[in-house]
């Protein structure tokens, strides 16, 4: 897979801004920003683009105007900073589901250089964890069970520190001052990666049974529904509403299960589950968190490193969200999730 060069970008930003625009309309607006460019030079970017499924050309001739494609908008740069900085009823980005993006989603979105880099690491990790003794290999998972279940709950909102949750889940101690659901949730976490741990033959792809197995233990004792929701839900801060049709929201986890299993590697697969279990939003609550467990389900199986978020912050976690949701860009997030797989590759001896 290779991603849009520098000046594709700039193309690239323009309409998934503004929307449709015809090659004089872009070269205005370019001209603006770039010195010296023409119209013919337009063109042939535009040509190009059309050409490699980045952009969609409408009608003919004179009247020929563009749209950003599904492919296009997966892989545009935005600066998720600024855009997330606007206020959410003034942002340009999508409101409701993209039905044609997962369809879009090519079987590798690694391109070569991030394939080596994850690949290698990897390697590493599967050299660190051939032949380690019971004791530590019993110690490594508490470690990283309980720095996966203090983060994922803090992006979630929950306000244990690090050494709360070492305590509530090695010692059995809940956080004083805390409401109850925090230990909880955190708890839930705890279970959950167990059992993808114990049960990794059940992950070697996205089903609809493993999705619904693995929410149901994440959500116990929360007061939240089991199985796919059957009312709307929002997004805080975000101008993105999920589906709001059971039928539709099954289908749509059906095509999820089917683009998975075509992903040509462990970490495509995880990346996508996890993106899409979150746009989605498949049950009334704690489906962030599904996601992330089903990602690392997904690797586990694979015999690759699980991740912690342990070195992300939850800004940028939750920018790279939103930029999915409402532009479809999963550019910012693969920034992350490379980062964190070779964090924990480094830093884990989980298998």
């Known amino acids: 897979m290779m991603e849009p060069k520098q000046e594709q970008q700039e193309v690239l930003s323009f309409f998934i801004k503004y929307g449709r625009l015809s090659s004089s309309e872009l070269h205005h607006k370019l001209s603006q920003v770039k010195v010296n460019i023409s119209l013919v030079t337009v063109k042939r970017q535009l040509a190009v683009l059309a050409t490699i499924n980045l952009i969609t050309p409408l009608g003919k001739g004179r009247a020929r105007t563009y749209v950003i494609s599904p492919l296009g908008r997966i892989f545009t740069n935005v600066d998720a900073t600024t855009y997330c900085a606007t206020e959410p009823d003034k942002r340009y980005g999508l409101d409701s589901f993209n039905f044609d993006l997962l369809g879009a989603i090519p079987s590798e979105i690694f391109t070569s250089e991030e394939q080596l880099v994850l690949e290698n ?52 101690k809940e956080a004083v001052g805390h409401d109850k659901k925090e230990a909880i949730m955190i708890l839930n976490h705890k279970d959950a990666f167990n ?55 099954r289908e749509v986890v059906g095509e999820l299960a089917t683009t998975v ?81 070779t964090f924990a590759a480094k830093n884990y001896s989980v298998k």
């Open 121 to 172: 690491a990897t390697n590493e990790y599967r050299r660190r964890t051939a032949d380690l003794p019971k004791a530590i290999e019993k110690k490594e998972l508490e470690r990283l069970i309980v720095e996966f279940s203090w983060k994922s709950s803090k992006i979630e909102g929950n306000t244990y520190t690090l050494l709360d949750t070492e305590k509530l889940i090695l010692e059995h």
């Open 195 to 249: 059992f993808i741990h114990e049960h990794t033959e059940k992950f070697q792809t996205l089903t609809l049974a493993n999705l619904e197995e693995l929410h149901k233990i994440l959500v116990k004792d929360l007061s939240v529904g089991f199985g796919l929701r059957q009312k709307p839900v929002g997004v805080l801060g975000s101008k993105y509403r999920p589906l709001d049709n059971i039928h539709q929201i």
């Open 261 to 341: 299993a075509r992903m040509k590697t462990p970490y495509a697969k995880a990346m996508i589950a996890l993106l899409f279990l979150s746009y989605i939003q498949p049950f009334e609550d704690g489906n962030k968190r599904t996601a992330r467990l089903m990602g690392n389900a997904l690797l586990l199986a694979h015999h690759s490193a699980p991740l912690s978020y342990r070195s992300v912050e939850e800004k940028d976690y939750r920018e790279a969200m939103l930029v999915f949701y409402e532009l479809n860009s999963i550019l910012l997030f693969k920034k992350i999730f490379i980062e964190q797989y």
